[in-house]
């Protein structure tokens, strides 16, 4: 009698231990197949979001392509503003600078003295010294802006034979791009046949003379 109710213990205990296991399985698979139904959803929110910053990163790439060109187009446009703004202006090197000068006085002297171009006050709108682009430790550079582009010219113009060893330079006041495209072709083609007039840069290849328009023409 003993031995059968052993028995019949150990059964129902194998049959209590199989009904948890199923329900423990159960669970977990109700738990699992939940879990999946969040992560989908959460997966779904997920991919729509990149969707939409992939969209929206395209269109900014897109805008980003047009506003390149755009200010590609307008680049030479406002160059050739800032040239026409500097006109009647032209930029003297190396002269000597005196301390409590009278920047008028010495632009007026300078060109009675080198250039035998006769000017007065009235005939500049504005003369003074600035730092040049140029690297040199002597005087600061001489920006002269004259009321008449023809007077600039006749400045331009003028014979500069007593310059010479003088170690000074007059030179017309160019745009950013027109300067930068004005050293690079003298480095190509040496400064002594390279030289500018209206904003333009000009090459003197043997008898012949080249205007230099963009870096496409220094070959």
Known sequence: MATRSRTGCNTNGCESTKNTEQLIT?????????????????????HDRLSEMSRALGTLRSDCIENTKKIQNLEPKVDHLEQLQKRRSVRILGLSEAENENPVETLIDFLDEYLNVSCESRD?????RV???ERNSGPRVLLVIFTTLLLKQSVMSANKAKLKGSKILVYEDLSKEAYQLLRLTKEKYGPRNVWSSSGKVFVKCGDTKKC????????
């Open 26 to 46: 159960k669970v977990c698979a109700t738990f699992t197949s939940q879990l999946e139904e969040k992560f989908d959803v959460k997966f779904e929110k997920i």
């Open 124 to 128: 500049v709108d504005a003369v003074f």
């Open 131 to 133: 730092k040049g682009t």
């Open 212 to 219: 230099i328009s963009s870096l496409d023409d220094i070959v």
